[in-house]
Nanobody
Framework: QVQVVEYGGGLVQPGGSLRLSCAAS????????MGWYRQVPGQERELVAR???????DVADSVKGRFTVSSDYAKSTVYLQMNSLKAEDTGVYYC????????WGRGTQVTVSS
């Protein structure tokens, strides 16, 4: 059984940085994409950044130049380095792992506030 767990959320001041990590335990058959989504109450979950094995990286316009996604497919891990954080980056960040099946973590809260 595959479990996806996120680490690294918390409270940070505007302009600060956070690094999120995600690890998928168990074997993900056909793993080909890993990334991060975020959700704010009352809004739909939206893509933040996503990598594809041997393929392109997708990054939301709202975070380009500030967030960097990286992944290690051999270890089924994905990271999100978030710099120059803004209040509008606040939300629950979910790790997404896609292979033959799609898996989600339970989410980690990121709050950007002074």
């Amino acid at each position: 059984q595959v479990q996806v767990v996120e680490y690294g959320g918390g409270l940070v001041q505007p302009g600060g940085s956070l690094r999120l990590s995600c690890a998928a335990s168990g074997r993900v058959f056909g793993l080909y994409a890993m990334g991060w989504y975020r959700q704010v109450p009352g809004q739909e979950r939206e893509l933040v950044a996503r990598t594809h094995i041997g393929g392109p990286t997708d990054v939301a316009d709202s975070v380009k130049g500030r967030f960097t996604v990286s992944s290690d497919y051999a270890k089924s891990t994905v990271y999100l380095q978030m710099n120059s954080l803004k209040a509008e980056d606040t939300g629950v960040y979910y790790c997404n792992v896609v292979g033959a099946l799609e898996y989600w973590g339970r989410g980690t809260q990121v709050t950007v506030s002074s």
